[in-house]
């Protein structure tokens, strides 16, 4: 077990450059995440630290042992890092059996045989794999191929494991199921991870702490799943973070007006409250709107309503901008707030969060 | 573009690593071996022995009337062969894949057997049949129909380009027939739903899609046809009809090797050069415009022409046309070879296998089954191991440097037989420090290069399928590259290392247009003897030599279908 830290590191692809000046700490035994957009270079940081790529500039350790630096020549071979790798696509090596391929770290490693044999039984019975030890992976579902790698992982134990979208290729349930088992080995092992995905619901259920990187490479927050989720430091985590409803507004003398329409809406009067006058943007999840029909001042026509069991879906129309809207069906039959498609209604908003400009979402996804 | 890096001093030398080390010896061995010689020829081909640049010989050669002349039959029989290639190869693949034909999955083997039959063994058993004095089948016909005088003569234009189209046109009839069957049907079949007949559709949608499938296979036949030695040299001769290889292979042993006759080959095989290159281009500008996606990589079930009442018709005519091209002259090289002398009707009472043991006791033919075992496991066994390297590097490796060794790594494609004949002859004769002229050496290094375009694409193939995240896994795990080779990567390509090795023996075993121009008195090779032996006028030892490689060429190939039958089940 040990900290990962990474010190003004750059990578570059040609002119490209991929990240730049980059620093974070992996905490000893925390479950960390880099949560982005497709293409953020996420990956490429990950690479980084198992040492399949060289940086172009910076350093980095893993524990007290510097592993890369690319102005002291410094660069270990992966092989001499101490690392578990789980790979997108499972990576199991197809011409060996379950037992061969989760023993080979340890055979590398020259373990003792009973001893080897012993701890790559414990790794497989360990992600529930009993009795599949003779199998080959062609024969094996992929989440139990995925089993494979991360037991193959754990088996050496690794100072840090990282972990490359390992549940990107599995269906939805499948991966539901092997977030929490993640989570589950952390706990027992106590192993430092690191995690890559683009999908924050995984991001939000399994780290200890998550770092969300732009398109550009940079890290924007880094911070507990309820500090990202709650207090997002920009527009571009909130974006992240779920469905969103952004309203670009102007305020001044405590009254805020759509920028679009120059209307002024009398449901976000709270906003002028508080902060300098100017240009803002409101930013809100579906379930924080309300439609009402009691007057707020507000008033939105709705465009396509969308049943969906537990909630209704909206889509309404405020001065030519869509929001999308989420009502819990119990309460809107109960209070006779259904809304058909055409119809007008009014607005009420909860949990609202302001943010100085709108230019940070732009080149999101 | 190393030096930069050296002259970094100490700290620079650490990164030259495995990768780095591997890179450069691999560019040297494409060096040596490919790049080298060829350059040669062109050198050889504008300056004087001096070293001095000379047009004036090269203007010279090319204004020769018997060079234009061979450059006109160059090019009149690859087109006449690539065009009847590739109208006998479209229309059996479509006949094989698309229609309700019966015993298709049998015809579609059987019209890849033609490539098992090395075309000049395919020449002689025609020369044998219809040469216009006393060609069997000439004389056959002439006694049954009261005929004045043979009614073939195979000794001409039309009877060079019919039977090299007879060996070769199963390049198209392969590339058209995959690209055929991995067509998604419901293109045509959402055609078919608009009301559209299916004629319209085959000539609007079905052949736009096959036509890069078929454009490649063509110009692989032009390419081959072009430098092809085999069949023009055993019927063109006769009467004086040379294509370029043939009017080489003349110069050069008219002349037993001289400077001013490998000067005029070296500047026929620039042509050829040339040539190949210009078909090359075409060929990438092809497969550049039609990498159609609509062509899927898994094979689903295409709809089938009725063929009704041609059905019955159809199958008599593909298995005539097998019958002829391939039965017909298998079995009277069979024949021939048994005969007590050439010429005797054939009769049981006329046949003997006196023939067959006096091949097998006779030194030089012998000899000759001797080396072609020896050379073609050697070549077959380096080939592939370097082209495994090389291809590793250009897959896999992350190394700078590296699109020198993609561009070496295009040459063996592009050079004809001839032309790397020519080219082991300039760098490997004593010039450069090395002899090996008159040893089997000199053919051991022409076979390399080649054949390493086969290896190249084999293992290159096979690599491609090994995920990278194969190989950096077990690095994860601890394993040096090294380990990681051997462990993972060498493993997992086995199965394309394999088949590197029989696609480059059974060619080899068989060579003719390389060997024929680099032979020794004690280093023929069984295509070398078999043509030795029949230009000598005794044809009965050359058939008989003849079946003896078909024996081997077919065991060989039950061999290795038997092979990779095993291999894929057990992948």
Redesign the interface.
């Known amino acids: 077990m040990a900290e990962v830290r990474l010190v003004d590191v750059s990578k570059h692809y040609g002119s490209h450059k991929v990240i730049e000046n980059f620093n974070i700490t992996i905490k000893d035994g925390e479950c960390l995440t880099f949560l982005g957009p497709s293409g953020c270079g996420k990956t490429v940081v990950l690479r980084l630290i198992a040492g399949f790529e060289r940086p172009n500039a910076g350093e980095i350790f893993i524990g007290s042992t510097l592993v890369s630096s690319a102005e002291k020549n410094v660069f270990l071979p992966p092989e001499q890092r101490k690392i578990g790798v789980v790979f997108q696509d499972y990576a199991v090596w197809p011409h060996m059996t379950v037992f061969e391929n989760v023993i080979y770290p340890l055979k590398i490693q020259k373990v003792e045989k009973e001893e080897a044999r012993e701890r790559t039984r414990k790794a497989i019975a360990q992600v529930g794999l009993a009795g599949l030890e003779e199998r080959l992976p062609y024969q094996l579902s992929g989440g139990q191929q995925q089993r494979i790698a991360l037991a193959r992982a754990l088996v050496s134990k690794p100072q840090i494991l990282l972990l490359d979208e390992p549940l990107n290729n599995l269906d939805a349930k499948l991966r539901e199921e092997m977030r929490f088992e993640i989570k589950e080995l952390q706990k027992e092992t106590g192993v430092t991870i690191l995690y890559v995905t683009h999908d924050q619901e995984v991001a939000l259920a399994l780290s200890d702490r998550i770092a969300i990187m732009d398109a550009a490479g940079r890290i924007r927050q880094v911070g507990t799943p309820e500090e990202i989720y709650e207090q997002p430091a920009d527009s571009f985590v909130f974006k992240f973070m779920g469905v969103s409803n952004f309203i670009p507004l102007a305020k001044q003398d405590g009254r805020v007006w759509l920028e679009s329409t120059e209307e002024e809406v009398k449901a976000l009067q709270f906003l002028a409250q508080t902060g300098q006058d100017g240009k803002i943007l409101a930013a809100c999840r579906p379930s924080d709107i309300e439609l009402t029909r009691e007057d707020t001042g507000t008033r939105a026509r709705v465009q396509r309503a969308t049943f969906l069991g537990p909630t209704i879906d909206y889509s309404v129309n405020l001065g030519g901008m869509n929001l999308r809207v989420q009502q819990d069906t119990h309460e809107a039959i109960s209070n006779n707030l259904l809304f058909k498609e055409g119809e007008t209604c009014f607005l009420k908003f909860h949990h609202v969060k302001s943010f100085a400009h709108e230019a940070e979402v732009e080149g999101l996804m | 573009m190393k030096f930069p890096r050296l002259a970094k001093g100490l700290?620079g030398l650490?990164?030259f690593g495995v990768a780095e080390l591997v890179l450069l010896v691999s560019i040297a061995i494409l060096v040596v071996v490919v790049a080298f010689p060829i350059l040669l020829i062109f050198w050889n081909a504008f300056t004087t022995p001096e070293g001095k640049f000379n047009l004036k010989d090269v203007v010279t050669i090319l204004s020769q009337p018997q060079t234009y002349e061979a450059l006109w039959n160059s090019v009149v029989i690859a087109a006449g062969v690539t065009a009847l290639s590739t109208v006998l190869g479209v229309f059996f693949a479509w006949l094989v894949t698309r229609t309700d034909l019966p015993f298709k999955n049998l015809m579609k083997l059987l019209f890849v057997v033609p490539f098992m039959l090395p075309s000049f063994i395919g020449a002689i058993a025609w020369k044998i049949l219809c040469s216009p004095r006393g060609g069997y089948l000439n004389v056959f016909l002439v006694n049954l129909l009261g005929l004045e005088k043979a009614p073939f003569n195979v000794y001409t234009m039309t009877g060079i380009i019919i039977v090299e189209t007879m060996y070769l046109f199963p390049f198209v009839f392969i590339q058209v027939s995959g690209a055929l069957e991995r067509m998604d049907p419901t293109l045509e079949e959402s055609a078919l739903i608009s009301g559209i007949d299916l004629f319209t559709i085959t000539r609007k949608i079905t052949f736009p899609l096959i036509t890069p499938s078929f454009v490649a296979g063509a110009l692989l036949v032009a390419m081959y046809s072009l430098s092809h030695f085999g069949v023009p040299s055993v019927l063109g001769q006769n009467a004086g009809i040379y294509n370029i290889p043939t009017l080489i292979y003349q110069a050069i042993h008219a002349s037993g090797g001289s400077f001013n006759a490998i000067r005029t080959g070296t500047v026929l095989a620039s042509l050829l050069v040339l040539a190949a290159a210009l078909i090359l281009y075409l060929q990438n500008l092809v497969l550049k415009k039609g990498r159609y996606q609509i062509i899927a990589g898994k094979s689903m079930r295409p709809m089938l022409l009725k063929l009704r009442g041609l059905r019955v018709p159809m199958l008599v005519l593909s298995i005539l046309y097998i019958a002829v091209t391939v039965l017909l002259p298998t079995v009277i090289i069979f024949l021939v070879g048994a005969l007590k002398t050439y010429g005797l009707p054939l009769k049981f009472t006329n046949m003997t296998l006196d023939n067959l043991k006096y091949i097998f006791t006779w030194k030089m033919t012998r000899d000759s089954i001797k080396n072609s075992v020896i050379l073609s496991v050697g070549a077959a066994v380096v080939t592939m191991l370097v082209g495994t390297m090389i291809s590793y590097v250009i897959v896999k490796a992350k190394v700078k440097g590296k699109f020198i060794l993609e561009f070496l790594g295009m040459l063996p494609y592009s050079v004809p037989g001839t032309v790397i004949a020519l080219g082991v002859i300039l760098a490997w004769s004593g010039k450069f420090g090395i002899n090996l002229y008159n040893t089997a050496g000199i053919i051991f290094v022409a076979y390399i290069a080649r054949y390493m375009a086969f290896a190249l694409k084999s293992t290159s193939a096979s690599l491609e399928q090994v995920?990278d995240?194969?190989e950096?896994?077990?690095?994860?795990?601890?394993?040096?590259?090294w380990?990681a080779l051997k462990?993972?990567v060498l493993?997992?390509i086995k199965p394309g290392m394999i088949s590197a090795f029989f696609m480059i023996f059974f060619p080899a075993l068989r060579e003719l247009t390389t060997s024929v121009l680099l032979y020794g008195p004690t280093t023929r090779t069984i295509g070398v003897a078999i043509y030795a032996l029949h230009e000598d006028g005794e044809t009965v030892y050359a058939t008989a030599l003849a079946s003896i490689a078909l024996v081997i060429i077919v065991i060989g190939e039950i061999i290795i279908r038997r092979l990779s039958k095993a291999e894929r089940r057990n992948a």
């Open positions: 700290s650490k990164k995920h995240s194969l950096e896994a077990s690095r994860a795990c601890g394993a040096s590259h380990q462990d993972i493993p997992l």
